[in-house]
Each structure stands twice: as C-alpha cells, then as structure tokens.
C-alpha cells in the first residue's frame, strides 16, 4: 500500500513537470561517405544481335532489343542518380 503512495506521488509531479514542457525539433546534417563503387553498366540486348545475318533476325527481335536495352538503361540511370543524389 505504501509504494501505491510513492507511484501516486510521482505520477503527480511528473505530470506537472510535463505540463509547461515544450518539444522543439532540430535537424542536424549528419556527414554521410559518398559511395565509391559505380554500379556496371547493362549489356545491350541490340548490340548482340548479328548485323551480318539480316535473314537471321526479324523486325519482332530487333524492337524488343531495342526495348529491353531502354529498360535497362532507365533502371541504370535511376541506380546513378540515386548515387549522385547521395553525394550531396
């Protein structure tokens, strides 16, 4: 019975403590190392086609090439982008 006295009364001077108390938020830059290691660049699926077998390789073959190569780019460049923005 007697620690329920001690919690009541230190519940009630917390509470008062806590009632004029203010919360101000600060930010502070915190130094972060630039990452050193440039991500590979993508094979290009267009370069891999054989440009001496024409017969070989169809329209079809040679557009989705060309759209996977842009594909990887895009993710590439997101990868270098995010790596510059770091370095900031």
Known sequence: MRSLGY???LALVTSACAHGLTITEVKVPIPVPCATEVPNRPGSAWESLDP???AETTVF???????????????????LEALIEACR
């Open 52 to 54: 001496d077998d024409p």
């Open 61 to 79: 073959e040679s557009v989705q090439a060309l759209l996977v190569d842009r594909e990887r780019m895009g993710a590439y460049a997101s990868e």
């Open 7 to 9: 919690f009541a009364a």
